[in-house]
């Protein structure tokens, strides 16, 4: 699934879907450290040809640094990085791991009694680690009708200051059936990550956002990075997001700008900017983060689908194999009215983070390719 084939509700069920299900077949030998990012640059000015209002993205290269923008964005915009904000999550648990104060192979029961239970699921057969590697096979609350129709759909214009808890996001899942049991395949869902955050929560006795905010904001000087809880307002600088907030192609732009995130929480609620994003990741891979066993455990993946073997995800990070052969670990992130990449090679050395600011049009996977390849994307 790609971004220009997604709508806004699709994009943050499948938050990994924009940067790592649409790599299309095309070749090209990079050489180790390529400082001409012209191919990248053009595959921005591509996505606003395509109908994105705006595009920016930033990469390093060993000591080279490079910033582009198409259309109306700023190089040093601040996005809503959707699914993103699944590895810090993810970081944050294998910390508390490190720590003794949790275990991965926990029940989930343990931690959250009673939560997860209803038409099938059962908390006492699902373990932490399932929820990160989206093994566990609860239900997506974002794959509900209702809740698509009313928080991606028409009801977005009267619903978006909503605010939603953690536990009825979870309700909303817990309505249907699991996707399968525990364990027995590989489905991406929200609910794991809004778990994850409720078990950061209960293991700490704060909300899970402080500690992200302790345990890597602060520590590694992400000024442009946030969580905000319900605060509905995107903070400076940034550029408007745009949806259509429908799957009919030629339905009215709507600015979405503004918007209650814990309809996301810890499944998507972070916002960042590129500099950032890279500076996370590339932190995070080379070991300043997580222990060398915690870094193995998250780098640990499971296959997702047969139709996409180049693509491996572990706990809350995921893996993927360019066209060129070039290995790149990261994730995506949608929610409305943005589309987010975040990439870096095993080693740290070169990174890639971007935004487009619309959900209907447009392929991310074509800027990752133009980076880390060099190949220029066809009109």
């Keep these: 699934m790609s971004a220009a084939r997604t709508v806004v509700a699709a994009t943050l069920v499948a938050g990994l879907a924009a940067t790592a299900l649409a790599a299309p ?3 090209a030998q990079p050489p180790a450290h390529r400082q001409d990012h012209a191919a990248t640059q053009q595959a921005l000015e591509a996505a606003v040809a395509d109908g994105v209002p705006g595009a920016v993205a930033q990469a390093r290269d060993g000591r080279d640094r490079w910033t582009g923008t198409a259309g109306e964005r700023e190089g040093g915009d601040r996005y809503r ?5 699944k590895t810090f999550v993810a970081t944050v648990l294998l910390q508390l791991q490190a720590e003794g104060r949790v275990d991965l192979d926990d029940p989930v029961e343990k931690w959250l009694p009673g939560v ?5 699921h059962d908390g006492t057969k699902i373990t932490v680690r399932q929820l990160l590697n989206h093994t566990s096979g609860v239900y997506s609350y974002t794959e509900d009708p209702a809740f698509q129709e009313r928080v991606f759909g028409s009801g977005f214009l009267e619903h978006r200051y909503d605010t939603w808890t953690p536990r009825q996001l979870v309700s909303v899942a817990m309505a249907h059936e699991p996707d ?5 395949g590989w489905n991406y869902s929200n609910t794991n990550f809004v778990l994850a955050g409720m078990v950061i929560e209960k293991v700490t006795g704060r909300p899970y956002g402080k500690a992200v905010e302790n345990r890597i904001i602060k520590p590694l000087k992400l000024r442009a990075t946030t969580v ?3 605060r ?3 903070p400076e600088p940034s550029s408007p997001a745009y949806s259509k907030l429908s799957r009919d192609v030629n339905a009215p732009v709507h600015d979405v700008s503004d918007l209650n995130p814990s309809i996301a929480g810890a499944a998507g609620e972070i916002i960042s900017d590129s500099r950032d994003l890279q500076t996370f990741y590339t932190a995070l891979l080379k070991g300043r ?3 060398k066993g915690g870094l193995k455990e998250m780098t640990a993946t499971v296959a997702i689908s047969p139709e996409y073997p180049n693509v491996g995800y572990g706990l809350g990070l995921m893996k993927e ?8 670990w990261g994730h995506g992130g949608g929610i409305h009215g943005s589309s987010s990449l975040a990439q870096v090679t095993r080693d740290g050395e070169h990174s890639l983070a971007g935004n487009f600011n619309a959900d209907w049009t447009g392929d991310t996977q074509k800027v990752v390719e133009a980076e880390f390849c060099g190949t220029v994307p066809k009109k």
């Design 25 to 27: 077949a095309l070749a």
């Design 81 to 85: 990085v959707g699914s993103i904000t």
């Design 116 to 120: 997860v239970r209803g038409n099938g």
């Design 180 to 184: 399968f049991a525990p364990g027995a």
């Design 228 to 230: 905000p809880g319900t």
């Design 232 to 234: 509905s307002t995107m």
């Design 289 to 291: 983060l997580l222990t």
């Design 321 to 328: 194999k360019l066209s060129c052969g070039v290995e790149v």
